[in-house]
């Protein structure tokens, strides 16, 4: 795949099943984050990667911050919960480290933690896995921050699910770029 058609062709993936990159081709995602512009090469983010048994103990977690938060929830929502990062083979939460910084301001390092998760899921991609980004609620949940270690002003920026794309009829139109440019 070279590099203008991933760029025009990625696409989510929201079903995945294994295998999920291992070895260098995991190590491949952390460099192509590694590779994002980065103001101060600060490196305001890191990695979870959440995969076999700790998807249950993370989904476990995910269902007490579902009843901490709504204890009357029903038992559709309590399954959900449960088994939410079963729906790939490996997740890796991305995690901002913003630091107070002369020159850097804090948007600027949220932006590069975003990059870095779009790079990941490229380099997924590249090498003929998929993924998706996903948030939701149990990002912003005390219990899940706890369990993965996230404290102070760090933020889940986001669940990156990875695995092997299951073709879906899920497309996303894509927009005329005229309502978007203007030139000056
Ligand atoms: C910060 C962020 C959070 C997102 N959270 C979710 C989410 O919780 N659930 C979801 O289905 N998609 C979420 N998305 C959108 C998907 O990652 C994806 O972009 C969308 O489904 C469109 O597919 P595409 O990437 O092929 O355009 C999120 C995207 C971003 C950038």
Not at 38 to 44: C, I, T
Not at 67 to 92: C, F, I, N, T, Y
Not at 118 to 143: D, K, S
Request: aromatic letters at 8%.
């Amino acid at each position: 795949m070279d590099a203008l058609d991933l760029l025009l062709n990625r696409t989510s993936e929201p079903k995945l099943e294994a295998p999920a990159p291992q070895g260098q081709a995991l190590e491949n995602l952390f460099q192509a984050a590694f590779r994002v512009p980065d103001h101060g090469m600060l490196h305001p983010y890191r990695f979870v990667v959440i995969e076999g048994e700790g998807r249950q103990k993370l989904g476990e977690v995910c269902l007490a911050a579902l009843l901490a938060a709504d204890p009357e929830a029903d038992d559709k929502a309590r399954d959900k919960a449960l088994h939410l990062l079963e729906r790939a083979p490996m997740v890796v939460a991305v995690v901002s480290k913003v630091q107070d910084h002369p020159k850097v301001p804090a948007f600027e390092q949220l932006v590069t933690a975003g990059l870095a998760a779009h790079a990941m899921q490229m380099a997924a991609v590249a090498q003929g896995f998929g993924g998706i980004w996903r948030t939701g609620a149990y990002a912003t949940a005390p219990l899940v921050r706890e369990a993965l270690g996230v404290s102070g002003e760090d933020e889940i920026l986001g669940f990156l699910y990875l695995g092997t794309p299951v073709p879906t009829k899920f497309k996303v139109p894509r927009p005329d770029s005229s309502a978007f440019v203007s030139h000056f």
